[in-house]
């Protein structure tokens, strides 16, 4: 099946750092998302984004389809911005959704 | 507007147990899907529904059972509790007018002894 790899899988910062998440996808997916796991476990859409770059306040995400990744954007960092990111993608169009393992990232004051 | 609800936050139950989690939805969703996540890995879809009265496998169906008893509502039982069912299920829900953000509830922290 499918393989969704992260990187980094663990991601220390002060506050005020910018940082890059990145998701690589073995296979063409639809339906791209990033997601955020906040320290209380609630899961949180970032963005719905299958291809081209969006941005919301701090945080903005480029996907490249054809080369099969995507980027999240990270800047000025804040202490709430801790928890685990995670990228998923639907491979074969049935909004069913395959899940990598996540960034885990700690931002300290 | 409560988004997606799940109940019950946490529950233990013996081996062998059946038990039955809720979900229900106001966002007037089409699509509503059960996962697992399991410590330090991402999530799995076990089933997926994308309407009223229709349901369909994911990843890790093998245990489990799921109704869509209404636009509303995707319920996932477990007719005979395994340890290894030890885990977080998260429902989610979708817009299928294709290509749309799943919303996700926040959980049921679930531990079979």
């Known amino acids: 099946g499918i393989q969704v790899e992260q990187s980094p899988p663990d991601l220390i910062l002060q506050e005020g750092a910018n940082s890059t998440l990145r998701c690589n996808f073995s296979d063409s997916v639809n339906n791209l998302q990033w997601f955020h796991q906040n320290p209380w476990g609630q899961l949180i859409n970032l963005f719905y984004i299958p291809s081209g770059t969006k941005q919301n306040g701090r945080l903005s995400a480029t996907t490249v389809a054809t080369e099969r990744y995507s980027l999240l954007y990270i800047s000025s960092s804040q202490t709430t911005d801790s928890g685990v990111y995670f990228c998923a993608g639907d491979p074969y169009n049935t909004d069913k959704l395959i899940f990598g393992t996540g960034t885990r990232l700690q931002v300290f004051p | 507007n409560a988004g997606v609800t799940q109940t019950p936050k946490f529950q233990v139950l013996k081996t062998g147990q059946s038990m039955t989690l809720q979900c229900a939805q106001d966002m007037n969703h089409n699509s509503m899907y059960w996962y697992r996540q399991d410590p330090g890995m991402g999530l799995r879809l076990i089933y997926y529904?994308?309407?009223?009265?229709?349901?369909d496998k994911g990843e890790v169906p093998n245990g489990y059972n799921v109704s869509r008893l209404n636009k509303r509502e995707f319920s996932l039982r477990l007719e005979s509790a395994a340890p290894s069912q030890t885990s977080v299920y998260f429902c989610a829900s979708s817009d299928n007018r294709h290509n749309q953000p799943q919303h996700f509830g926040d959980g049921t922290r679930l531990s079979i002894l």
């Open positions: 529904s994308a309407s009223e009265g229709t349901t």
